[in-house]
């Protein structure tokens, strides 16, 4: 069993930066590919980065690439999003999701085995 903890979410200026968390429980967290995923109200959740379980593969949306960044600290359990240039668009509520399967970069509930709660991110224009 693994939880899963986001936080770092917040108001901030279009243009600004955040760097979310996401704290996992349990002793098998390096098993685990992570991914951020992301839902804006009335919008469908959406793909936003996934870290491979060793930290070697990342992939991003194209709307993620060139101003977030995916990592992971093994020892502490934890996966990051930096953000950085932050628009508008990017307003949403950033969820962590844990995956055993295939290193991939899906959007969808079923394809993951954890889910965090979620933590707000506002991006003011």
């Known amino acids: 069993q693994v939880q899963l903890v986001e936080s770092g979410g917040g108001l901030v200026q279009a243009g600004g930066s955040l760097r979310l968390s996401c704290l996992a429980s349990?002793?098998?967290?390096?098993?685990?590919?992570m991914a951020w995923i992301r839902q804006a109200p009335g919008k469908e959740r959406e793909f936003v980065a996934v870290?491979?379980?060793?930290?070697?593969?990342?992939d991003y949306a194209d709307s993620a690439k060139g101003r977030f960044i995916i990592s992971r600290d093994n020892a502490k359990n934890t996966v990051y999003l930096q953000m950085n240039s932050l628009k508008a668009e990017d307003t949403a509520v950033y969820y962590c999701?844990?995956?055993?399967?295939?290193?991939?970069?899906?959007?969808?509930?079923?394809?993951?085995?954890?889910w965090g709660q979620g933590t707000q991110v506002t991006v003011s224009s």
């Open positions: 999701a844990a995956r055993r399967g295939p290193f991939g970069n899906s959007w969808r509930q079923g394809d993951y085995d954890y």
């Open positions: 349990g002793r098998t967290f390096s098993y685990y590919n």
């Open positions: 870290i491979s379980w060793s930290g070697g593969n990342t």
